[in-house]
RNA sequence: GGGCGAGUACCCAAGUGGCCAACGGGGGCAGACUGUAAAUCUGCUGGCAUACGCCUUCGGGGGUUCGAAUCCCUCCUCGCCCA
């Protein structure tokens, strides 16, 4: 990559920056410490940080140095932007477990295994033995309450019903000294973050300025939001995790393939490592024609590789075309054991199968037999393929391949049942 | 410390003694239409029950009443104002 600002540029990924000019000759010049942090407010990352995790990488492959920081402290405290309450304190213990499951997640998009192209840190390391009042006279004394107070995060939260609490208000000040310490301590010279970030990241900018006489950078991502307005990755439902074991790569597979066409050439400019040019012509042959979502496959495809590695995506691609595009009565035996590793799927004895009802509540399909009678009044639950209604058998349904039920819910939601005897 | 106000289901929010499992909106789920898209229209959205109905729920606890989300007491939490 000649110019990695202007790829980024031409990607829509730089919203805010600071000196553009300086930033694009730092870059140019050679190998730079770059840090992307994110709070361990959960065990898993989700999609709205993978953002942050592919821009890393491309930093990386263009042989840069990769700080991912994960936010033990600035995590018990609580980034106040993008809410309107206070944030319940998490405890150290569920911290520690949260930034572990982290590490084993981020380690797949960024690689860590060399010091010298990618690190892991924990601001915790660095935050807990600072004393309260080393941390007035060293971080505070350099930052006015006037400007902390014009930061729009704190503003709405001023101005909300519930206010913000003196914890919250001081969180941008341990950001900020975050940066500096993985200045001095890491030589890094650039911040990223999502635009709702840019306060806190400026922070840190202005406070290394201060107290080193240092010019370091920083930009921020546009915040990822699909075209019908909602925030991605923090839709009111369902997360889309980074863990496997919260969101299967199959899960993950789907949540890209049902990207709306809107958003789906700007979400490959966002998320996939392909050339600039190839995804534009896969966005001019999506143009043409949108009902092959070639498009989507292609995003779903390169984020589950990314994430989960070549092979879940394959597999989670081959049980996807199973489901949606060829008959699942004539799928092969051996398909249908790669379908109960993508799908959730269940084992039922035979002599507990044939009530509809008890059977879609077992399988997690309904929530309660209510849930379950609602659907099957709807139409909404079908097997092998057939719509099921109160009355079906699903004893003497016929099971494929002798032992298989594949149960569905609405278009999306399967279940595979292995009845066994 | 004093005064005022608020806490209702996933979120916002109506309801101020029975017609309340609780208006409305959002979100979610499903059906029709489709392209695993969007838009639109329709239905559903506490649990048990085929159903009559029963049970649990309106910040926590206690009370008044035949009957409470609604009235009283008390506690907790939050906001605004005064000190």
């Not at 924990?122 to 060293?138: A, K, S």
């Not at 840190?204 to 546009?222: C, E, M, Q, Y």
């Not at 929530?367 to 079908?382: K, T």
Request: net charge negative; charged share 25%; proline share 3%.
């Amino acid at each position: 990559m000649t110019d990695l600002i202007a790829d980024l540029e031409a990607r829509n990924l730089i919203h805010d920056s600071t000196d553009r000019e300086a930033l694009r000759q730092s870059v140019a010049a050679g190998p730079v410490g770059i840090y992307y942090g994110c709070d361990p407010t959960a065990d898993s990352l989700h999609v709205g940080n993978l953002i942050g995790l592919v821009v890393l990488r491309r930093f990386q492959d263009a042989g840069h140095q990769a700080i991912a920081l994960a936010g033990g402290a600035t995590g018990m405290v609580g980034d106040p932007g993008g809410r309107s309450e206070e944030r319940n304190l998490l405890d150290q213990e569920t911290l520690d477990h949260n930034v572990a499951r982290i590490k084993g997640q981020l380690g797949r998009i960024v690689d860590l295994s060399d010091p010298a192209r990618g690190i892991l840190v924990d601001n915790r390391d660095w935050t807990e033995p600072i004393t309260v009042l080393e941390f007035l006279r060293d971080v505070g004394k350099h930052v006015t309450v006037n400007q902390m107070l014009a930061r729009e995060s704190i503003k709405v939260r001023i101005e909300s019903e519930h206010g913000i609490s003196f914890t919250e208000f001081s969180y941008m000040l341990l950001q900020a000294n975050d940066y500096l310490h993985l200045h001095d301590a890491h030589g890094c010279s650039i911040q990223i973050g999502g635009s709702d970030q840019w306060g806190n990241i400026i922070s840190g900018v202005d406070l290394i300025r201060r107290k080193r006489h240092a010019a370091v950078h920083a930009f921020s991502w546009p915040l990822l939001t699909a075209s019908d307005g909602s925030k991605l990755g923090k839709t009111t439902g369902a997360r889309t995790w980074l863990d496997p074991e919260k969101t299967s790569p199959y899960a993950l597979r789907q949540h890209f393939v049902q990207t709306a066409d809107d958003d789906v050439r700007q979400q490959l400019l966002t998320f996939s490592l392909r050339p600039i040019a190839e995804i534009e012509e896969i966005a001019a042959a999506h143009l043409e024609a949108p009902q092959r979502r070639e498009a989507q496959r292609t995003l779903a495809h390169d984020v589950v590789s990314l994430v989960h590695g070549e092979g879940a995506a394959v597999a989670a691609a081959d049980a996807a075309d199973l489901l949606f595009t060829s008959d699942p009565t004539g799928a092969s035996e051996e398909a249908f054991d790669v379908l109960a590793g993508e799908i959730p799927s269940s084992r039922i004895a035979a002599g507990d199968v044939g009530d509809p009802v008890a059977t879609l509540v077992a399988t997690g399909l309904a929530s309660s037999n209510g849930d379950a009678r609602r659907g099957l009044d709807q139409r909404a639950f079908s097997v092998n393929g057939a719509k099921m209604d109160e009355g079906t058998d699903l004893a003497v349904v016929e099971r494929l391949h002798g032992r298989y039920l594949l149960l569905r819910k609405g278009k999306k939601s399967h279940h595979l049942v292995e009845v066994f005897s």
